[in-house]
């Protein structure tokens, strides 16, 4: 999981790098060549695209190298962590709810996909079956309790279904 993220930062860091180093350069250039530059507003956005591409790559390289650190040996067996697939029992709309734990890059709340760094991400972290836990949502308080969990370590039953070579 972590590669194909890698990937496509990787993908987002070649064509900033291009627009900084190429683009950005001759819009900057053209816009000079139009003369007084504090009324010039095609300038004024160039350099404006310039910071802001500065900062989108630093954020991306910065990303780049948190996910270079990531090791999945270090996830644990039995313990909830990233990759984890996880049903709960959700008391407050009284009904099982299943999550997969990913990166914030891939999360999706309408397909179950909670990133690790949100607030039921964080409350499930390093959590087994039978735990319950409670998570401070924007939508109120929540009682979650852990009903199944299957880490990134095991093959879970329902993606082996999904798979081309189970069908």
């Known amino acids: 999981m972590p590669e194909k993220i890698k990937a496509r930062l990787a993908e987002e ?6 627009e900084l180093t190429t683009e950005l350069p ?3 250039k ?3 060549a139009l003369g007084d530059l504090s009324e010039n507003a095609e300038y004024h956005m160039a350099k404006q695209r ?5 900062a989108r790559l630093g954020q991306l390289k910065k990303r780049m190298g948190e996910l270079a650190m990531v090791n999945l040996a270090n996830i644990p067996h039995d313990k909830s962590g990233f990759g984890s697939s996880i049903t709960v029992f959700d008391s407050s709309k009284n009904e099982e709810i299943r999550y997969k734990l990913v990166t914030s890059e891939e999360s999706d709340v309408s397909k179950g996909l909670i990133s690790t760094t949100s ?9 087994e079956v039978g735990d319950t836990v409670t998570v401070i949502t924007p939508n109120g308080k929540r ?3 852990i009903l199944k969990l299957y880490t990134i370590h095991d093959l879970d039953p329902d993606e082996v279904a999904e798979t081309p070579e189970a069908k």
């Open 13 to 18: 860091i070649k064509q900033l790098e291009y």
């Open 26 to 28: 001759a819009e900057i």
């Open 30 to 32: 053209k816009a000079v």
């Open 50 to 54: 310039q910071v802001f591409v500065n």
């Open 119 to 127: 607030p039921i991400g964080r409350a499930l972290l390093n959590k």
């Open 143 to 145: 009682e979650l309790e």
